[in-house]
């Protein structure tokens, strides 16, 4: 949410879904993390949150929505427990994508799995171990982002935070 010459408060984006109609809203960190509740399905909450800040931002927002379930259940997982311990490697990163891939562009997403970067999928979600920091992989993101949508990242810890903050 924050790039470039765009910035937004953990407050005004929180006062944005107050006005947008939803309850118990707080955001977490500064990144464009926000924990609602809300009743619809994900797809029209999607539509709803994107058009409420788009209009009151006036730039597109896109955005990623997670149950408390999912999310929960990706702060516990561990694609990666057969390869090891991960010792010495960078933080784990969860890409969070817009849909499912399909098993074709799956196929195709794992392909850039190497042994300085992990890759692993789960759902709507590609889990990204790299071998050192981020900006040091060679990691082709923007041929993954072609290949399964553009995503948002978040380290792993981020999101178990986020999970231990709100839904624990």
């Known amino acids: 949410m924050n790039l470039g010459k765009r910035r937004i408060t953990n407050v005004e984006l929180c006062a944005c879904f107050e006005q947008l109609g939803f309850g118990e809203v707080a955001a977490f960190l500064a990144s464009g993390n926000v924990v609602f509740s809300a009743k619809g399905t994900p ?7 994107e058009s409420g800040l788009a209009e009151a931002l006036d730039y597109e927002v896109p955005t ?9 259940t ?15 490697r960078g933080k784990p ?5 817009a849909r499912k891939p399909t098993p074709n562009n799956a196929a195709a997403a794992l392909a850039y ?4 970067d992990w ?3 789960q759902g709507q979600e590609l889990h990204w171990w790299p071998c050192a920091g981020v900006s040091d992989s060679e990691l082709d ?3 993954l982002a072609k290949i399964l949508g553009p995503p948002t990242v978040r380290t792993r810890m981020t999101i178990v935070r ?3 903050k709100y839904f624990a």
């Open 64 to 72: 990623f929505i997670r149950t408390a379930t999912q999310v929960t």
């Open 43 to 49: 797809a029209v909450l999607k539509k709803r949150i």
């Open 162 to 164: 986020l999970v231990a």
């Open 141 to 143: 993101f923007k041929a």
């Open 119 to 121: 890759l692993a999928l």
């Open 113 to 116: 799995d190497t042994d300085d």
């Open 74 to 88: 990706l702060a516990g997982s561990d694609p990666f427990a057969s390869r090891g311990d991960g010792t010495g």
């Open 93 to 97: 990163q969860i890409a969070l994508l």
